[in-house]
């Protein structure tokens, strides 16, 4: 009995990965607390685990005194000395009280101590594996659903997917295959807890990181990134070597990189603009597909007043705002769009003010986002 314990200790700890003395302390303290259980002794007891002998003793210890008080903890000097004349007052004494049958007693009732340590020593195996990869993009299949959450299992875990982190384009259903991104991994009572998103825009970064060899490398950086899960996101990026084109690295041949990342996001447009340390360059990218003729800076107030062509305002502000919602987010500027005649109107621009602009070729370059 005895050694089949020790054997399966060795098995638990090849199999599922559990350091053998976390399950040595979990055993030793399981014996002691079935040695006084089924013994009643309140008696002070050590246990000695010898593997290589396959066998348990238990010894209890017991401090020398003068005069005996309580004899489940204490023993007289006159008996110690009985024992070994070298022993004096508060030396420690330990006597070896291993019942007959122990072993057996003793594996039923330490049975269920042992097993529950080693489910948490299995869990914090599991939180130690997961515990680093918040803020990665993790592929998984959904398992089940409830009204709360969406259960993805992950490998040898089970995240949950909030119904507030759920793009609303998504069709889901149990067994289907989808990239998410891990928010949070946290240690609970309950055991390892990995929370998941679809709509975080830190989704959208690793996806282009897994797609772009340029960004992943760190040749083009992504400097920002804003986004309304499942309709449109903004994404700036920025190379120090002039030789690159860091939106043309992310956009790829025709289209390959951007429409491999919309894809996974169930036709999410996705507008690539070029990072610029001048407010005013910036803002005119972020305001992506719309033409823009001059953006004035208050530096102080962090605010921005662009001036677009007639024409081009409603795609400027874009669908319910959100173009001119995104820009700002992107930039973290605050932008107050005019049209070319209100400018005027306000004095923003003179009468002189020109334009060079294609309005035919920027109309039809825009027109379905007019139309949205």
Not at 126 to 151: C, H, K, L
Request: charge should be negative; charged fraction near 35%; include cysteine.
């Amino acid at each position: 009995m005895k050694s089949q314990l020790f054997d399966a200790i060795d098995y638990l700890e090849k199999e599922k990965g559990i350091d053998k003395d976390v399950l040595l302390e979990a055993l030793e303290a399981a014996l002691i607390s079935a040695y006084k259980k089924n013994f009643k002794s309140a008696t002070n007891v050590r246990v000695d685990l010898d593997e290589d002998a396959g066998s348990m003793r238990v010894f209890a210890r017991k401090t020398v005194v003068d005069e005996v008080e309580d004899n489940q903890q204490e023993l007289s000097l006159e008996q110690a000395k009985d024992i070994d004349p070298k022993y004096e007052v508060d030396d420690v004494i330990e006597v070896e009280v291993t019942p007959k049958d122990f072993g057996r007693i003793a594996a039923q009732a330490a049975k269920q101590v042992v097993t529950q340590r080693i489910r948490e020593a299995e869990r914090g195996v599991i939180f130690s594996e997961y515990a680093d990869r918040e803020e990665d993009v993790m592929t998984g299949i959904i398992q089940r659903m409830d009204p709360r959450f969406i259960y993805v299992n992950l490998g040898k875990i089970e995240a949950k997917l909030p119904e507030s982190e759920q793009m609303p384009t998504d069709d889901y259903q149990v067994h289907d295959r989808l990239k998410v991104y891990v928010t949070k991994v946290e240690n609970t009572s309950k055991g390892p807890q990995i929370y998941v998103s679809r709509s975080h825009p830190g989704l959208l970064k690793r996806l282009f990181e897994m797609e772009v060899p340029e960004i992943y490398d760190g040749t083009v950086e992504i400097k920002s990134v804003s986004r309304e899960a499942g309709d449109r996101s903004k994404i700036s990026v920025f190379a120090d070597d002039p030789e690159i084109d860091p939106v043309g690295s992310c956009v790829g041949q025709k289209g390959q990189r951007v429409q491999a990342i919309v894809n996974e996001l169930k036709g999410e447009k996705i507008d690539i603009v070029e990072w610029s340390e001048d407010p005013v360059v910036y803002v005119s990218n972020a305001l992506s597909p719309s033409k823009v003729v001059e953006v004035l800076v208050n530096e102080e107030e962090k605010a921005t007043t662009v001036i677009v062509p007639d024409y081009q305002l409603s795609l400027a502000i874009g669908k319910r705002g959100q173009n001119a919602r995104l820009a700002a987010k992107l930039t973290g500027w605050k932008i107050d769009i005019k049209s070319e005649t209100e400018a005027r109107n306000e004095g923003l621009i003179t009468d002189n003010f020109t334009i060079e602009d294609d309005e035919e070729t920027t109309f039809s370059d825009n027109v379905d986002d007019l139309f949205e």
